[in-house]
């Protein structure tokens, strides 16, 4: 394919150490000076391995082998092609190779061939212990012979998914200008990842019938012959023919193993050039023309506006400005935070819809019961996302200006970006979700907003005053292990929020609302003071302890 | 004359390494201060103290009559710091970031605004006031981090490397206005690589290695009549080994190895 071998080689090889010494972060760029994690391909195995466990499900349900199958490799597929778009997108798009590679006298077809493979040995390696409880329990229904047999469709699998993806960035990079191209992948990503999302819960409620998949015939579903999914699983046409129930089963067996090699053909004989080329141009120093006119001056904008409203301080002014304009900026916390707003609606009427109830009478059985509760305290998971996020970033370093300004104490700029967040995030959210509830149960439930919002935001600003107390984008990304002990904290405060719920949904006197209401202001007043008056001796012990 | 910075026995240590040892210096009001040594001398640990970015250190540090350690806000509201490496939040624009560091200042927003309008043009980044600087070059960046560090009107000026990536005429631009800032009275504290600059804009040169201050001087009395250039008493002075012998075991590498074909 026009690759230089022995530079693959060497592009691979230094590839692989590095990922093997960077933190845990499938290929993607996150700084750490302190711990080298020199294991990390370990420990990804072991995760993988567990993850696993959910592969099993069509393996169990489904009594036809090539629907098993096609139930299994439809799931990897969507999972790798979620894994590919969110945590390979920077490998594919690393523009740092522009200063160390494009330089020396490497092929276009090379260096692209050394993506692909990079990010498809790295695949593989999750692919593997992901799919090994699939494998042990494909081993146990069909003996030896399945056992063997597994890996290979596999393989392919990986292949076809990984030229799916990019095939796609290669038509974004087509049709978008290079500048732009990150900021679509980062769109793109967000999109994907409500879509998987959206999709798992509009599934899920069909999951629970065990019958229906049971008496599943796949002679009532034979579009599913056009998919690549079940050319994959009409591989076991060579182990076992007569169990396929579809016709021309083993021809497409043979497309299971062309079609990846066709892929691979048609994108580096087609795409790599234009690739390769499109890359350089991403992340240029080249200054776009100014295209706007110079603002006049005294012109203020929203955010300084509102900064100016809700702060006294020029600290927690700097803080809130700051703490707004990166958010809105800022792709990571973009990635990280936006699809979790998706998450909150269609979590919610994911619990409705399932009711089967007719839409019509939907919000006349709503209002019977008390559920307002859950959607209340549900808009919690939008502050703690976006205030636990705020204060991450590549660019920690620029967090040098804090440090030398006259600032008596860091308190005042933290307590301003946590109140952007809240004025950015959360109350637009309050504000949607109170005019919904009063709709649907009525202006009684206002009590019920008004105390939930005070114990949501009283509860977030603890558990930001005990474990999260950094100033606004100073703090390095975490690593992977450590971001895993991120999801484990996050999981607990939204299960501790449920329970807040649960104790506000027992309470049926509206004298005992008020009262509560009260306490939690007086609670969160506590707190704010607090908060606000962090010194730079308790935030260098936070620092340390991050 | 008092010194407006008087360093006595400023020892900092990580661990049991000694980054800065025993630093006695005084600096005096309108002089430029060129602040010289290798890489890892401890110039950089230096500004990180005289900025209060690092408070644990022992030794003592009167700015304009003040302790540093119980004055730290009123020391760094005269200090303007302009560090190395561009590293600024550059999703902003020039105009969001530097109202937010004119903020952190206690700066009034009309005086931010009228200062930055100036500044800016001045370094001819007036069309791209309202441009995220994520696109911008090193040397437009460095220009954004030079106006905010000058923004509040400092009467020190501490600048690490503030030529790195600078155009020609930026260059020509930047010593002017250090000449500037001279006359109107205020200090610069400048430490860099660049030897030919420091030798033409400073009043005093001091040269650190291994955290101890080998030469403290003007050009003139550090070269003591020798008519060598400022970068061959710096060599001469930390470099153990000859230069020259090194730069030719370099050259030879590449030709004595027999396998290797000339390309």
Request: hydrophobic fraction near 50%; aromatic fraction near 14%.
């Amino acid at each position: 394919m026009g690759a230089d071998v022995t530079h693959l080689k060497a592009i691979l090889t230094v590839k692989l150490k590095m990922d093997d010494r960077k933190p845990l972060t499938m290929g993607r760029q996150q700084p750490n000076k302190k711990k080298k994690i020199k294991y990390a391909s370990t420990v990804a195995f072991i995760l993988s391995f567990f993850v696993g466990f959910m592969y099993i499900f069509p393996l169990v349900v489904f009594e036809d082998p090539y629907l098993k199958l096609f139930g299994l490799y439809t799931m990897l597929t969507v999972l790798l092609t979620f894994g590919l778009v969110t945590d390979f997108s920077n490998v594919l798009v690393d523009t740092r190779d522009k200063l160390i590679i494009f330089p020396k006298p490497v092929s276009d077809r090379t260096i692209f061939l050394s993506r692909v493979l990079h990010i498809f040995i790295y695949f593989f390696r999750s692919v593997f212990p992901m799919s090994l409880m699939a494998w042990i329990v494909w081993g146990i229904l069909y003996g030896w012979k399945g056992a063997l047999w597994f890996p290979i469709p596999l393989f392919f699998l990986t292949l076809i998914s990984l030229f799916f993806v990019m095939g796609c960035y290669s038509l974004l990079l087509k049709i978008t200008k290079p500048e732009k191209f990150k900021d679509v992948i980062g769109y793109f990503q967000i999109f994907f990842s409500i879509l998987v999302f959206t999709t798992y819960y509009m599934v899920m409620p069909q999951m629970r019938n065990q019958e229906v998949f049971q008496q599943f015939d796949i002679k009532t579903i034979a579009w599913i012959k056009y998919t690549p999914t079940y050319w994959l699983a009409s591989c076991w046409y060579w182990v076992q023919p007569k169990a396929a129930a579809l016709t021309g089963t083993g021809w497409l067996s043979i497309l299971a193993v062309l079609t990846p090699f066709i892929m691979l053909w048609v994108t580096v004989k087609f795409f790599a050039p234009s690739f390769i080329r499109k890359l350089s141009a991403i992340d240029g120093v080249e200054v776009e023309a100014p295209k706007k006119r110079v603002k006049q001056e005294g012109k203020s904008k929203l955010y300084i506006s509102l900064a100016n409203m809700f702060n006294r301080s020029n600290a927690s002014k700097a803080g809130f400005s700051i703490a707004w304009l990166q958010t809105s900026r800022s792709r990571a916390f973009k990635m990280r935070v936006y699809p979790g707003f998706a998450y909150v609606f269609v979590y919610f009427f994911y619990l409705f819809l399932n009711t089967n109830v007719a839409f019509a009478d939907l919000f006349e059985k709503m209002s019977q019961t008390r559920s307002h509760l859950f959607l209340l305290y549900m808009t919690s998971f939008i502050l703690l996302n976006a205030v636990s996020n705020m204060n991450m970033t590549e660019q920690y370093k620029a967090a040098w200006i804090y440090y030398t300004s006259p600032l008596e104490s860091p308190g005042r700029i933290m307590g301003g970006a946590f109140k952007a967040m809240w004025i950015k995030y959360y109350l637009p959210f309050v504000i949607v979700v109170t005019g919904f509830v009063l709709y649907v149960w009525g202006i009684g439930a206002l009590i019920d907003v008004v105390l939930a919002t005070a114990n949501v935001t009283t509860y977030v600003l603890i558990l930001m005053y005990l474990g999260n107390r950094h100033l606004p984008f100073s703090m390095p990304e975490q690593m992977k292990t450590k971001a895993g002990k991120a999801v484990l904290k996050m999981l607990f405060a939204i299960i501790f929020m449920g329970c807040m719920g649960l104790a506000h949904y027992a309470i049926y006197f509206m004298w005992l609302k008020v009262l509560l209401t009260f306490i939690s202001i007086a609670l969160l007043w506590t707190i704010w003071d607090g908060y606000i008056n962090t010194s730079w001796k308790q935030l260098k012990i936070a620092e340390d302890a991050y | 004359m008092e010194p407006i910075i008087s360093i006595s026995n400023l020892t900092k240590q990580y661990g049991d390494k000694t980054v800065l040892n025993n630093i006695n210096l005084d600096v005096y009001p309108g002089q430029i201060i060129g602040y010289i040594g290798p890489n890892g001398a401890g110039k950089s640990t230096t500004v990180k103290v005289l900025t209060g970015v690092i408070q644990d250190y022992t030794g003592e540090i009167i700015v304009a009559g003040k302790n540093l350690r119980d004055s730290l806000m009123d020391v760094k509201r005269m200090i303007g710091y302009i560090p190395e490496l561009a590293e600024l939040y550059d999703l902003l624009t020039p105009r969001e970031y530097l109202n937010f560091t004119g903020t952190l200042y206690g700066m009034e927003a009309s005086l931010i605004e009228e200062r930055m309008v100036k500044m800016l043009d001045s370094f001819g980044l007036s069309e791209n006031i309202d441009q995220r600087m994520d696109s911008f070059s090193k040397g437009m960046r460095q220009k954004v981090l030079l106006a905010s560090g000058l923004l509040h009107n400092p009467s020190i000026v501490i600048l690490d490397e503030p030529l790195s990536g600078l155009d020609a005429n930026a260059v020509i631009l930047v010593k002017e206005l250090l000449q500037r800032l001279k006359q109107e009275g205020k200090t610069i504290f400048y430490c860099s690589h660049m030897m030919d600059v420091v030798e033409k804009v400073s009043d005093t040169i001091v040269l650190i290695d291994k955290g101890t201050i080998i030469a403290n001087g003007s050009f003139a009395e550090l070269r003591a009549g020798s008519g060598e250039s400022l970068e061959q008493i710096f060599s001469k002075l930390t470099m153990a080994d000859n230069l020259l012998e090194k730069a030719g075991s370099l050259a030879s590498a590449m030709t004595d190895n027999t396998n290797t074909q000339q390309l």
